[in-house]
C-alpha cells in the first residue's frame, strides 16, 4: 500500500482541528437520491456540505489508525541512470525538513550505476561522497542483486555505503509493508 505524504499530513490536520471542522452543524444530504434542493448542494451555494475524510492509512478493528509512526519513513525509487542527482537532491532537501525521517534508496536498472564503485556525476565529482554524506545522516542505499546479476557484476562493484539487496521490488513492497514506509518515484 502506498501512503501518500500529503494524504498523512491531512489527515493529521483533520484529527487536529476535529470533525468539527469539516462539518457544518446543519449538514445537507447531497447524496443522489436525496430530498434536498439540488440548488443547494451546488458550488454557488451560501451552505457547507458534509463530507467525510477518508483516513490515508488502514484504520484497525477498533478504529484507531494503524500504520502512523512519529518518525516519518520514506522510499525513494531510482531505476534511471539519469535521475541519480535529482533523487539525490531530493533526499537531502527531504531530510532538512524532516531531520529525524528514516530514508531508504532503493535502486534497479540504470538506478544502480550511481551506487557503483568509481561513478561520478556530470560534473565529474564521485557520487560516493554524496552517499557518505547522505548515509553519515542515516539514509539506506540498496541495489538490487538482480540488476547486478544482468550485468555480470557482484557485490564488489557497489560503494561501502550501500548493501545489495535480493531484489529492488521485493525490497520497496518489504518497506511498505512490513516496516510502513511510504514510497517516492520521480
Do not use: W
Request: aromatic content about 6%; proline content about 5%.
Amino acid at each position: 500500500m502506498t501512503r501518500n505524504p500529503i494524504s498523512v499530513l491531512v489527515l493529521l490536520v483533520a484529527l487536529a482541528l476535529g470533525a468539527s471542522a469539516f462539518a457544518s452543524s446543519d449538514p445537507l444530504d447531497c447524496s443522489p437520491g436525496s430530498t434536498t434542493d439540488a440548488t443547494k448542494c451546488g458550488p454557488e451555494s451560501d451552505s457547507q456540505a458534509q463530507f467525510s475524510v477518508a483516513p490515508a492509512v488502514p484504520v484497525g478493528k477498533s478504529g484507531n489508525l494503524v500504520g502512523l509512526t512519529a518518525v516519518p519513513k520514506v522510499v525513494f525509487q531510482i531505476n534511471q541512470a539519469a535521475d541519480a542527482s535529482t533523487i539525490l537532491r531530493f533526499v537531502t532537501n527531504y531530510l532538512i525538513a524532516e531531520p529525524a525521517a528514516e530514508v531508504a534508496v532503493v535502486g534497479y536498472a540504470g538506478g544502480v550505476d550511481f551506487m557503483l564503485k568509481g561513478a561520478k556525476d556530470a560534473e565529474g565529482k564521485l557520487y560516493a561522497n554524496q552517499l557518505k554524506a547522505l548515509a553519515d545522516k542515516g539514509v539506506h542505499f540498496k541495489v538490487c542483486n538482480n540488476t547486478l546479476k544482468s550485468h555480470k557484476l557482484t557485490a564488489d562493484a557497489v560503494v561501502p555505503q550501500a548493501t545489495v539487496v535480493p531484489g529492488a521490488v521485493n525490497e520497496i513492497i518489504r518497506l511498505q509493508t512490513r516496516e510502513g514506509y511510504a514510497y517516492f518515484r520521480h
